[in-house]
Nanobody, 121 residues
């Protein structure tokens, strides 16, 4: 599978963005699809992940209560709705694919190119 992330951009604090991950390949529904983010000088951080049947895990510390992950297997897409954005949410957001429902980045063998999110205060 190959992943293409989109939807990033510049938004004011308190605003919203909807990131989308489009996957190519016929086996999309077999994959767990998730999002990680990385800000300059910081390590990659887990954001959220969803299985083919809609089970999801959200970060316990990052963007808690402000994000929703959703999946459309017919369209081969996974979206991340982000609300009430803060300046500390600025980062490159990566769409990832794997086979295990986990928060560990090493468990995801497929990474998209990332989409930049910049939140101005």
């Amino acid at each position: 599978v190959q992943l293409q992330a989109s939807g990033g951009g510049l938004v004011q604090a308190g605003g919203s963005l909807r990131l989308s991950c489009a996957a190519s390949g016929r086996t999309f529904s077999r994959y767990v699809i998730g999002w990680f983010r990385q800000a300059p000088g910081k390590e990659r951080e887990f954001v959220a992940v969803i299985t083919w049947d809609g089970r999801s895990i959200y970060s316990e510390t990052i963007m808690k209560g402000r994000i929703t992950i959703s999946r459309d297997n017919a369209k081969n897409t996974v979206d991340l709705q982000m609300n009430s954005l803060k300046s500390e949410d600025s980062a490159v957001y990566y769409c990832v694919a794997g086979f295990v429902l986990t928060t560990s980045p090493s468990a995801y063998p497929v990474w998209g190119q990332g989409t930049q999110v910049t939140v101005s205060s």
